[in-house]
């Protein structure tokens, strides 16, 4: 794979982690969702 | 395999770090974004905090620090990601203009979304429908023309148009080598010009080099000039006021 290519790949990569990262860290300014009760 | 947009030859590798990087730092700060908008329109698409009034909505927990920190994320990734994709060369200097559609489309989506099923029902939100569609708009229309700008970054010819686009002086008399975008790392330097007539002279001395070739470019000329002289197409005389030329040359001198 050339560099292009491999860049590309990278990129990619780099922006599912930067949203994933981003719920993450959603999830934590959001605090704890509260869980319904079983039942 | 060969896709995606080439690199300048010698790319920084912090540059190409660099690049990955942003492109990280700006779809976690669009991601903020679009969860911090779903949250403040899930309360009905308004809400204020703080103030002496009492609000009549107050905001989701975390959703204004998570709108601050992605809008002013976003434009702090940006300028790395500008920065860095020049160093890296040819039309990713452009990567960081791709946040705009993200950011319009994931808004847009959140925007149709609420609007065609609101969660406290009801039906419709034109409210919500009509700055769906613009914003889908806003960040699907400068993706067709995304194409046709990487062509604008290509090409042996880049540096002369793009420099033309923007209303920059052309380098008068001398020729201009392509370089891969504006970046210290990527300098284009010209050796002293040459007080010698002649194109061929002028090919072998006056032709500007990019910094990272400057060596292997000198040793490259002296060798052509030494052909040229055994193939009887320049004197010895030639050959020597162009060799002292080169040779002479001072070391990189910027022309930005």
């Known amino acids: 794979m050339t560099r292009p290519g491999w860049l590309v790949v990278a990129i990619a990569i780099a922006i599912i982690i930067g949203i994933v990262a981003g719920s993450w860290f959603f999830g934590i300014l959001t605090g704890p969702t509260p869980v319904a009760p079983l039942g | ?256």
């Open chain 2, 1 to 256: 395999m060969q896709f995606g947009v080439p690199v300048a030859p010698r790319a920084p590798t912090r540059s190409l770090v660099l690049l990955v990087v942003a492109a990280t730092g700006m779809a976690f700060c669009v991601t903020l974004v679009f969860l911090g908008m779903r949250a403040v329109m899930g309360v009905g698409g308004s809400c204020a905090d703080g103030g002496p009034y009492v609000s009549a909505q107050s905001c989701p927990d975390g959703s204004t620090p998570a709108l601050l920190l992605g809008i002013y994320g976003l434009l702090g990734f940006g300028g790395l990601g500008f920065w860095a994709g020049a160093g890296v060369g040819g039309a990713w200097v452009g990567l960081p203009l791709l946040a705009w559609p993200g950011l319009f489309l994931s808004l847009g989506f959140n925007f149709l979304r609420f609007g065609f099923a609101p969660p406290w029902g009801g039906g419709f939100e034109w409210g919500f429908v009509v700055p769906g569609i613009l914003f889908v708009a806003m960040g699907a229309i400068p993706l067709l023309f995304a194409r046709k700008s990487r062509r604008e970054f290509e090409g042996d010819d880049a540096g002369p148009r793009v420099a033309a686009t923007f209303g920059l002086p052309a380098t008068g008399g001398q020729s201009v080598k392509v370089s891969y975008g504006w970046h210290p790392d990527n300098r284009v330097v010209t050796p002293a010009r040459s007080s010698a007539s002649g194109s061929l002279l002028s090919m072998a001395a006056a032709a500007p080099v990019a910094r990272d070739d400057l060596h292997g470019d000198l040793v490259d000329r002296l060798e052509r000039l030494a052909q040229l002289r055994r193939a009887g197409d320049i004197t010895n005389e030639q050959f020597e006021t162009a060799k002292a030329t080169l040779l002479s040359s001072p070391l990189p001198r910027s022309d930005t």
